[in-house]
């Protein structure tokens, strides 16, 4: 009988990390982070990453395991969580898996393909002309290449748009055809999906709160200490010894940094981070209601209701894992029975 392995989905503010701790705690599991920042030492504030508290009663994986001037991959992440979710499963524990980035997920659960090497040089020329005319210049060049990749990448996700050009020309071939090949699933597991979608206008608030409790935390500060000693990816200056910090070009804390360039008013700055938030757990939506089998919830996280509901669901879960093989033994004796008397 393979082991549970429970995923929690849903869109930044939806109180996935609340809802996590709950069940950890309700069935002895161990938490796996799913975020392409929190991976991230140093970036605290603008990641809501789970406080010391939080950690030190539930044990979390695959948080602050990458420098900030490391570039951590999907590929990264699928690997080091696939060897995280087995050990917490060969220790008796459930695994569970929680966070918001789709592509992580992706490669956690489906495998991703085995694409060429980074070229440093073409990833270079392609910044230069992102930076000497339009973001939206990578975009359209990635429609020409391949039009069905260009539709699921957003226009200003410059990494993955440079990436996605970089398989088509290094290859000769689009990407969506490279996704379809030499995927690895991940095996031995019995995948529990579980999704939040509350209320719309009740989310908006709620993102809203939360970008303005960091910036009223010190996100500002922080991103000028970050500052001092990394480079922002959107003005890399080769001159400058100071390494690259992409993580520093993610949702609040870009935002902190045109502030501090002098670019826009705090008050404008917080106003664009919580319109980015909300433009992001849109996309999240779209992207997770591409997810096979989830369970969804229309409730936050945190909701004593919504975490009883989903209780219910993994122990009634539980039960039929525990009981198949009984049903399985039964099933294969009854079996059994009509072979001999058609004999």
């Known amino acids: 009988m393979d082991p549970l392995l429970l995923v929690i989905l849903g869109p930044t503010g939806s109180g996935k990390t609340a809802l996590s701790l709950k069940l950890a705690e309700q069935f002895g599991g161990e938490i796996v982070g799913c975020d392409s920042v929190a991976v991230y030492r140093e970036f605290e504030i603008g990641t809501a990453k789970p406080g010391k508290e ?8 695959l948080i602050d395991v990458a420098r900030p001037a ?49 070229s440093e040089q073409l990833r270079i020329r392609l910044r230069r002309r992102a930076d000497q005319r339009t973001i939206e210049h990578l975009h359209r060049v990635l429609s020409r290449l391949d039009p069905e990749a260009a539709s699921k990448i957003h226009p200003n996700d410059t990494p993955k748009l440079i990436r996605a050009i970089e398989v088509c020309l290094l290859t000769g071939e689009r990407l969506t055809v490279m996704w379809d090949k030499g995927r690895d699933p991940i095996t031995g597991f019995r995948i ?19 970008c303005a409790a960091m910036f009223d935390s010190g996100l500002i500060e922080e991103t000028h200490r970050l500052l001092t000693a990394y480079q922002s990816p959107d003005a890399v200056d080769a001159a400058d010894p100071r390494p690259v910090a992409r993580a520093l070009g993610s949702l609040g804390y870009k935002q902190a940094v045109q502030h501090l360039r002098g670019e826009v008013s705090q008050a404008l700055a917080l106003l664009a981070a919580q319109q980015a938030h909300r433009n992001y757990a849109k996309r999240q939506l779209t ?11 229309s409730s ?25 093989p009984a049903e399985k033994v039964q099933l294969e004796q009854e079996l059994a029975k009509r072979q001999i008397s058609s004999s």
Not at 287 to 297: A, Q, T
Request: glycine share 8%.
């Open 70 to 118: 490391e570039e951590f991959t999907a590929g990264d992440y699928s690997r080091a969580a696939r060897e995280a979710v087995a050990d917490i499963s060969r220790r008796g524990c459930p695994p569970i898996v929680v966070g918001g980035t789709g592509l992580y997920l992706r490669a956690l659960i489906e495998g991703l393909f085995e694409g060429p090497a980074r």
């Open 54 to 61: 939080e950690r030190q009663r539930i044990r979390h994986h």
């Open 192 to 210: 529990l999906r579980v999704g939040l979608e509350p209320d719309r206008n009740a989310l908006y608030e709620r993102i809203n709160a939360r």
């Open 300 to 324: 936050f996280g945190d909701d004593p209701e919504a975490q009883r509901e989903v209780m219910n669901l993994i122990g009634a879960h539980l039960l039929k894992m525990r009981d198949e």
């Open 287 to 297: 992207w997770f209601r591409r997810e096979p089998d989830v369970k969804w919830f």
